[in-house]
């Protein structure tokens, strides 16, 4: 057999696994899609039920609702003002040559 006929053959071959392979990954990716939904949709059942208690929590504890969320807002507020605070200081520094 010449090297020409044994080149063409291997392609083949190879095309047919590749094809394959191809194959395999796509229902793959498919089943691990499914899987991530029915994981999201798990995820956000659980969400409302968090948040029907947060509200029935609320509304049965406004003061004390009312504190968590100034205290959460500080917190944010903070963590912001030391973001920007930190990225102001890193456009100010001057930059290092080599």
Known sequence: MDTKKKATQIAKV???HV??????????????????????NKVKKQLAQVEKKAVAYAKKNPEKAAAVAAG???ALGAVVAALAV???KKKAAPKKKK
């Open 14 to 16: 190879a095309k047919k």
């Open 19 to 40: 094809a394959q392979a191809r194959t395999a990954a796509e229902k793959e990716a498919q089943k691990m899609a499914k899987a991530a939904e029915r994981e999201m």
């Open 86 to 88: 930190n990225a102001t």
């Open 72 to 74: 959460v807002g500080a």
